[in-house]
T-cell receptor, first 117, second 111 residues
Framework: GAVVSQHPSRVICKSGTSVKIECRSL??????MFWYRQFPKQSLMLMAT?????????EQGVEKDKFLINHASLTLSTLTVTSAHPEDSSFYIC?????????????FGSGTRLTVV | DAKTTQPPSMDCAEGRAANLPCNHS???????VYWYRQIHSQGPQYIIH???NNETNEMASLIITEDRKSSTLILPHATLRDTAVYYC????????????FGTGTRLKVLA
C-alpha cells in the first residue's frame, strides 16, 4: 500500500530558529499533500494544501510567512516553521494524495513532534 | 467546519464489539463516509469507507443508515490495541478534497 514517510519524528529547537519537516511519498507520486497541526487532546487541524509545482493554499488564520511549504517534486513536500516560538510546539502531520487510485483515502505520515524551548 | 459529529469518548470491554456512531446529517449524494483511527502520537490510519451499502473488511464493519445521515463503525472483537481516537469523515471520492477532522471518539478498550 501507499506509504508516506515523515522526518524527523521528533525535533527540539530553540526559540527563534527555523525547523524543516519533510514529507515523502515512498511508492507513489503525490500530486497533493496536506499539512495538519495537532495540539494535545485535540483533533487535527488542516493548515495548508500543497500542490506540486504551485503555491500552497493556506487555511484561514494560518500565517503563510511563518509556515513555509514547498512541494517541488511529486514525492516531497516540506514544511518550514520559521522563527519558531514555544506556542508553535505541536504535532505536525502530513498526508498525501496520489495522482490515481486514492479509493482508500489519503495516506498519512507518522507525524513530527516539535518542541520549541 | 467538520460535517460529522461523534461522541467524545466510549469504553468497551476487551473481546466485546465496539460500536462507534457518527452523525453526518448534511452528507451529499456524492460523498463517502471514511473512518480513520489515530493511535497515540501516530498519524491517522485508514480503516474502512462506504457510500450507502454496508461494508466489511479485515479490520471492521461499517453500517450506513438508509437515509445516509448516520453510520456506525463496528470493531467485532475489540482488543487493547484498538484503544485510539476514531474519526469519521465525509468526502467526495473524486478530486482533491481536503479532509476536515471533527473531534472524533476516544475509544478505550478495558481489560
Amino acid at each position: 500500500g501507499a506509504v508516506v514517510s515523515q522526518h524527523p519524528s521528533r525535533v527540539i529547537c530553540k526559540s527563534g530558529t527555523s525547523v524543516k519537516i519533510e514529507c515523502r511519498s515512498l511508492d507513489f507520486q503525490a500530486t497533493t499533500m496536506f499539512w495538519y497541526r495537532q495540539f494535545p487532546k485535540q483533533s487535527l487541524m488542516l493548515m495548508a494544501t500543497s500542490n506540486e509545482g504551485s503555491k500552497a493554499t493556506y487555511e484561514q488564520g494560518v500565517e503563510k510567512d511563518k509556515f513555509l511549504i514547498n512541494h517541488a517534486s511529486l514525492t516531497l513536500s516540506t514544511l518550514t516553521v520559521t522563527s519558531a516560538h514555544p506556542e508553535d510546539s505541536s504535532f505536525y502531520i502530513c498526508s498525501a494524495r496520489g495522482s490515481t487510485g486514492d479509493r482508500y483515502g489519503y495516506t498519512f505520515g507518522s507525524g513530527t513532534r516539535l518542541t520549541v524551548v | 467546519d467538520a460535517k460529522t459529529t461523534q461522541p467524545p469518548s466510549m469504553d468497551c470491554a476487551e473481546g466485546r464489539a465496539a460500536n462507534l456512531p457518527c452523525n453526518h446529517s448534511t452528507i451529499s449524494g456524492n460523498e463517502y463516509v471514511y473512518w480513520y483511527r489515530q493511535i497515540h502520537s501516530q498519524g491517522p490510519q485508514y480503516i474502512i469507507h462506504g457510500l450507502k451499502n454496508n461494508e466489511t473488511n479485515e479490520m471492521a464493519s461499517l453500517i450506513i443508515t438508509e437515509d445516509r445521515k448516520s453510520s456506525t463503525l463496528i470493531l467485532p472483537h475489540a482488543t487493547l490495541r484498538d484503544t485510539a481516537v476514531y474519526y469519521c469523515i465525509v468526502r467526495v471520492i473524486q478530486g482533491t478534497y481536503k479532509y476536515i477532522f471533527g473531534t472524533g471518539t476516544r475509544l478505550k478498550v478495558l481489560a
